[in-house]
C-alpha cells in the first residue's frame, strides 16, 4: 500500500533563504506524486505534480520538487522564501489501482512553513 | 472557468444529527472524490464517485454515503454524527480515462459537531 511521510511538521526559514521541504513515499507501483498548499481557512492548490518523465518537476510561485527513484524522495524547494509562502504544504501519492487513472490520493500529515523577515 | 465549488463554507450540528455537504466539480470534469482533514492533519481519503456510482471507498464507516448527479456534482451524507466527524470536508474534481490525473480541491466545508 502507498504511504507518504513528511519530515518534519513545522519548518521556519528567513525571507530570502532556501526553502527545503521534506517527503518520502511508499509505492508498489511507479507513483504519481503531487505537492499541494493550503493557507490558512482555504482549501487545497496543487503546486507540483510528477507523473512520468523529467524527474525535476516545477511549479508555481518558484517551487520545484525532485523525483528520487533510488531514494524514494519528492523533496520540494525553493532558492529564496517570501514571507506569502507560509502555509502548510502536503504531499501526496496517488493509489493507482485503475490503471493509471483516477486513484485517490494518500497525504502526508504536512509541514507547516513559517517564514521570518 | 469556475474551479470547484462547495456549500455550505461552515456547518454546526449536534450529535446525532444528520448533515448533507454539496460540491460542483470543476468544469469538464467527470470524478469527484471527498476527503475529511481533522484539525492538524493531511486529508484522508473518504470515497470517490465516478458516473453516479461509488468507485473507490476509504476507510470510513457506512455513516459516510454519498451521492453523484447526472450534472456530475456531488453530496457527501453524514449520519449519526459524532464529535469525532468535526472536521474540514474537501471536495476534489478530475477528469477520468487521463494519464496526468490531477484533483482541483474546492474551498471545503468546515463541519463542528456540538
Known amino acids: 500500500a502507498q504511504s507518504v511521510t513528511q519530515l518534519g511538521s513545522h519548518v521556519s526559514v528567513s525571507e530570502g533563504a532556501l526553502v527545503l521541504l521534506r517527503c518520502n513515499y511508499s509505492s508498489s507501483v511507479p507513483p504519481y506524486l503531487f505537492w499541494y498548499v493550503q493557507y490558512p481557512n482555504q482549501g487545497l492548490q496543487l503546486l507540483l505534480k510528477y507523473t512520468t518523465g523529467a524527474t525535476l518537476v516545477k511549479g508555481i510561485n518558484g517551487f520545484e520538487a525532485e523525483f528520487k527513484k533510488s531514494e524514494t524522495s519528492f523533496h520540494l524547494t525553493k532558492p529564496s522564501a517570501h514571507m506569502s509562502d507560509a502555509a502548510e504544504y502536503f504531499c501526496a501519492v496517488s493509489d493507482r489501482i485503475y490503471g493509471g487513472s483516477q486513484g485517490n490520493l494518500i497525504f502526508g500529515k504536512g509541514t507547516k512553513l513559517s517564514v521570518k523577515p | 472557468d469556475a474551479g470547484v465549488t462547495q456549500s455550505p463554507t461552515h456547518l454546526i450540528k449536534t450529535r446525532g444529527q444528520q448533515v448533507t455537504l454539496r460540491c460542483s466539480p470543476k468544469?469538464?470534469?467527470?470524478?469527484v472524490s471527498w476527503y475529511q482533514q481533522a484539525l492538524g492533519q493531511g486529508p484522508q481519503f473518504i470515497f470517490q464517485y465516478y458516473e453516479e456510482e461509488e468507485r473507490q471507498r476509504g476507510n470510513f464507516p457506512d455513516r459516510f454515503s454519498g451521492h453523484q448527479f447526472p450534472n456530475y456534482s456531488s453530496e457527501l451524507n453524514v449520519n449519526a454524527l459524532l464529535l469525532g466527524d468535526s472536521a474540514l470536508y474537501l471536495c476534489?474534481?478530475?477528469?477520468?480515462?487521463?494519464?496526468?490525473?490531477?484533483?482541483?480541491f474546492g474551498p471545503g466545508t468546515r463541519l463542528l459537531v456540538l
Open positions: 476534489a474534481s478530475s477528469l477520468a480515462g487521463g494519464t496526468q490525473e490531477t484533483q482541483y
Open positions: 468544469s469538464g470534469h467527470d470524478t
